[in-house]
């Protein structure tokens, strides 16, 4: 390992692998992330993301291969590693249960030898930032699942990390939690070029927060590329369902989309788009030219399962 | 100025602690019955003999409280480590490996039960009322011999519940077997070593050495030469439970490390 690649790179992951009895959980995976990159890591439930994360880590011995994470061997130099990545398991808390939120900060200020001041700072800048003011002070087991991520996030860039971890973050948040937590993710990347590594199975997440997609399937790297890369060879659309007030004929040949379905006479009609590709408001406004009122409309995005299929079958 | 990480935890623990204060003070008081059961089953034993182990009844007593004081002081500290299998099962030891600091420690200061202390004061007052019932020769000597054995007893107890944790790493459905395991230890800490039969009297003074968390110093204590196992001089060995309490801690340390690696190398 040259030490320029070492520099360059945040996390370096060389036939990594990892058997529990026997099932093995992850396969060979080789990749690497760039200092400063976002890489949004996908599967299916029990593809083997969070054994992964636990191998980059500290927490799990890989059965073989070898895991760099900031230049450092995760499993020999776990507590230096400690203090330069930061972590979230959706499933799981780090925070003190039975305590107030800030109190929390306050622990893991201490715990990372943080001066009081700093801690302090950091603290208001997070409550700030992520909408924590009303529920500070509540004991973090009385706090909505919701409420009790912003925490978990908070709580990992308490002391700064280079990167940033995250497994399954939104996952169950509704709708208005899952887009807070983008954008503060977002601002906070642009803000101090923390690397991030986002293992989720909800596409949304990657589209909005990554710029690169490593997919994963049964333990193996299935996929490595951009979202616009994976569309292309799969055809991961988002769909955008149009609910109109009258019937209408088929809606296609719409710049940028394909027509997928109608219902109803036409009432429901369904449009697939590539990101990238077009907006949903010039599909607006491009169904308006036909004298069609639009009364409601829902976007899905691609279901990952379906995707990691599509990959298989291509 | 960071603030001390350790103290920062046990400030917040002890926090936590109060906020409950109604149930607080009933568990501090129900803490008691186990002091009050041990002393009865002394009491009980010596309305039939006179004598046990070469010990009379307050020096008996006195076996049990300072055996008592020094388990409860343990018990404040590391009491907690029984439950293992729950930190293991909520995750809670995965967010402890997340974090720049040892494993154990943050194990150790992610719960202090107060509540416990109540045993500690009854232990305390009870070796208290025993000491003015024997003819002790107080010397500095004997002052420093006291104190020493119920730090040396606290750490040994302590050296026992970390020992007893490190194995549940292989036995994740092992609370049973920690409990058997210390408690049986408290619970042979806490009578005279010779009313055993001599396999388990070897047992407890050389593989959990029990017998040097009070019967051994009592007996330097009270300058009986007693019964003091492999003929070795009382008064020799009940300055030896500093040593006990390092051996065992050495012992548990070394299986904490292999448990936790077994863990981090078979998962959870």
Known sequence: MSSASMADHIIEAVALRRVFGAKTAVDGLTFSVPRGAAVGYIGANGAGKSTTIKMLTGILKPTSGSALTCGLDPLRHRRQLARRIGVVFGQRSQLWWDLPLRDSFVALGAIHRLGRDAVRDRTDELVDRLDLGEFVDTPVRQLSLGQRIRGEVAAALLHGPELLILDEPTIGLDVLSKERLRVFLIEQRSLHGTSLLLATHDMGDVRRLTERILVVDHGRLAFDGTLAQLVEQVGAERHVVLDLTDPAPPLDGIPGTRLVGHEAGGLRQRLSFAPGETTVAAILAAVAQRAVQVHDLTIEEPDIEAVVRRLYAG | ?268
């Open chain 2, 1 to 268: 100025m960071a603030d001390n990480p350790y103290v920062v935890l046990v400030r917040l623990r002890m926090r936590a602690q109060t906020v409950y204060r109604g149930s607080f003070a009933i568990e501090l008081v129900a803490s008691l019955g186990a002091t009050i059961s041990g002393f009865l089953e002394i009491y009980v034993i010596f309305a039939n003999v006179p004598a046990l182990g070469g010990l009379d009844f307050p020096a008996a007593v006195l076996v049990f409280a300072i055996g008592h004081v020094s388990f409860s002081l343990a018990d404040l500290v590391v009491g907690h480590l029984d439950a293992l299998p729950n930190y293991l099962r909520s995750g809670t030891l995965d967010a402890f490996l997340l974090r720049p600091l040892p494993v154990l420690a943050q194990l150790i200061t992610a719960e202090i039960s107060l509540r416990r202390f109540g045993r500690t004061v009854a232990g305390s007052a009870l070796a208290v009322v025993a000491l003015a019932h024997t003819e002790v020769a107080w010397s500095p000597a004997k002052a420093a011999l006291l104190a020493v054995t119920v730090c040396a007893g606290a750490a040994l107890f302590a050296a026992l519940f970390v020992g007893a944790a490190a194995v549940q790493f292989w036995l994740v459905e092992g609370t049973e077997f920690t409990a058997s395991f210390v408690y049986g230890g408290s619970y042979a800490a806490q009578f005279p070593t010779s009313v055993f039969g001599t396999p388990a009297r070897v047992l407890f003074t050389f593989v959990v050495p029990a017998a040097f968390v009070a019967y051994l110093p009592v007996l330097a204590l009270l300058d009986i030469p007693g019964a003091a196992p492999g003929g070795l001089p009382a008064g020799v060995l009940g300055w030896c439970s500093p040593i006990a309490a390092a051996a065992v801690w050495t012992v548990a340390l070394l299986g904490w490390r292999a448990g936790l690696r077994h863990y981090t190398g078979a998962g959870s």
